[in-house]
C-alpha cells in the first residue's frame, strides 16, 4: 500500500480545510486508514482513524467535533475535514495505512506499517 496525502496549506483560526490520502492498489474494507500529525518540537500524535469501510471512526479528543473522516471507496482516498481551526492544530499530517489492525489499536502510530509523506497545515491566529 502507498499512500500520498495533499491539502495543507496556511490558514487562519477559524478556517476550514480538508486533507486527502489516496491509497494505491485494492484497499479492502478492513485496511485500516488513519491520520496522525506532528507538531514542530513534539511526538506524532494521533488524530483520527477508521477502516476503509468506514463504520469504525474514532477521534482525538482535541479534534473530536471540529474533525472529521471520510472514505470514498470508488476514489481509494481517505478525507479529514478540519473545520474550527486552531493555531494548535499547526502540524505536519501524515496519512497512515496497515491491514492488520485490530479495533482496539486503531489509536496507535506504532500499529500501521505504511505512511504518506505529510503535508504541512498552518494556522495562524
Known amino acids: 500500500v502507498q499512500l500520498q496525502a495533499s491539502g495543507g496549506g496556511l490558514v487562519q483560526a477559524g478556517d476550514s480545510l480538508r486533507l486527502s490520502c489516496v491509497v494505491s492498489g485494492r484497499p479492502s474494507g478492513r485496511l485500516a486508514v488513519a491520520w496522525f500529525r506532528q507538531a514542530p518540537g513534539k511526538e506524532r500524535e494521533f488524530v483520527a482513524a477508521?477502516?476503509?469501510?468506514?463504520?469504525?471512526?474514532t477521534y482525538a479528543e482535541s479534534v473530536k467535533g471540529r474533525f472529521t473522516i471520510s472514505i470514498d471507496n470508488a476514489k481509494k482516498t481517505v478525507y479529514l475535514q478540519m473545520n474550527s481551526l486552531r493555531p494548535e492544530d499547526t502540524a505536519v499530517y501524515y496519512c497512515?495505512?496497515?491491514?492488520?489492525?485490530?479495533?482496539?489499536?486503531?489509536?496507535?502510530?506504532?500499529?500501521?506499517?505504511?505512511w504518506g509523506q505529510g503535508t504541512l497545515v498552518t494556522v495562524s491566529s
Open positions: 477508521n477502516r476503509f469501510s468506514g463504520n469504525y471512526a
Open positions: 497512515a495505512a496497515s491491514a492488520s489492525v485490530i479495533l482496539s489499536n486503531l489509536r496507535s502510530r506504532t500499529a500501521y506499517s505504511n
